[in-house]
């Protein structure tokens, strides 16, 4: 009896691990990313955003620092999408508040991974400082205006724990106020300048002391947070982030450099520019796409995929795969599914009467005026939206003007796609786009 109850017991503790791992392994699905940029032997800023996943002026803030910055002295780690879950469903923590679960979590949490991963970067010696991302409500203001303008909003302020703590960059108060008199500046509209809000955390203010900022602080890691107000629209949110961003690297003697204006209009096309996504052996750029393409050839139904945007997913819905950029849909992929071919030599294509390219798949061939693809004894190549006369579409220059242009996967028209088909049985190889010039 005694020896089955013992049993028992490590019987359940097996199944609660297994679930564990189970849990662990279905979290990873949508993990956040660590991006390291520059040299992490010099100053380190850690940059986090998107732990509360509606807040899209902080991650996509967070993102165009990945994705369009270069540092040229110290280094920016930067993880842009904490709570990806979260970011996809645009809550603010699909699991509650994953900002409150630094003090204490429990195993069975399902941010516990998250939270502990995090928690050991935090603790890497060469990060010096940690700037948090936030976007909140209405406009902090030390004493109360109205119920939008009140000590208890957050909106528009660098906001710090305690004034200062034993380190190198651990004078907070001060370097809140730098980075303010720095932005304030070129804000134009006074009722959205920042201020430094003092939670005064050590005081005993409960709720912020569960915070990762505060698990920063006892573990001598100087650490503020810069909140923008839900009250502006999320490209000025994005533009105020980037301000008080670049405004701490100066702080830390991070240089860097970027080849965008800091100004609405370019802010906008820099974040809708460069976006892709390989699924499977299917490469799609999300520059002006279209919101719907169809007859896509995909062999699983569950497509492995990636991107170089930390923000782009891929998510089923009723047979329709949606790509996403953090919540928002781009498109929505109508697929048609295809055996997948174990050949996948390269193409040669005629570009321009220019020169020859070796096509490996998936790839995008840049093209001025025509192009051509060379006979293949293994491969049948079908370009969509290409009529002719032909069963062949080979050895043929193609311009812009020979396809239907409904065919285009972007708005302006300007890229179409070749899928690749094993001569044998007629399986799937790869496809490759044709992106002509503006
Ligand atoms: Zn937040």
Redesign the pocket.
Known sequence: MFYDRITKFYTLRFFLKILLLFMFLVSQLWSMNLYKKGDSNENTMFLLSG??GN?RGAYLAACLVVTKYDIQKGSVWVIPNINMPSIIENKRGINGDM?RKFHKISEFDKDYQIVSRLKNFIAQDNINFLLNL???SGFYRPTVINSTYAPYRWGQSIVIDQKNMNHEFGNLYEISQNIINNINQNIYNSKHHFRTKNTKTNMGNASMSKSLSWFALNNNKPSITSETSFELDVITRVKHHLMVIEATMNELGIEYSRDFNLDNDEIKEVLYSGLDIVIEDVLLSLDGVKPVIKNVPLVSKTPKYKSSNPLISLREMDNVYNVLYGNEILTSIEPEYRDKSLTNMPVFVNIDNEFREFVHMPSVVNVKSHFSIEDSRYYRINVIGYVNNYEDETNIDIYRSNFIQDYAIDQNRNTYRVEVYDKRDDSFVGMFLIKYEE
Request: no cysteine.
């Open positions: 732990i509360h807040e900002n936030h976007d909140g």
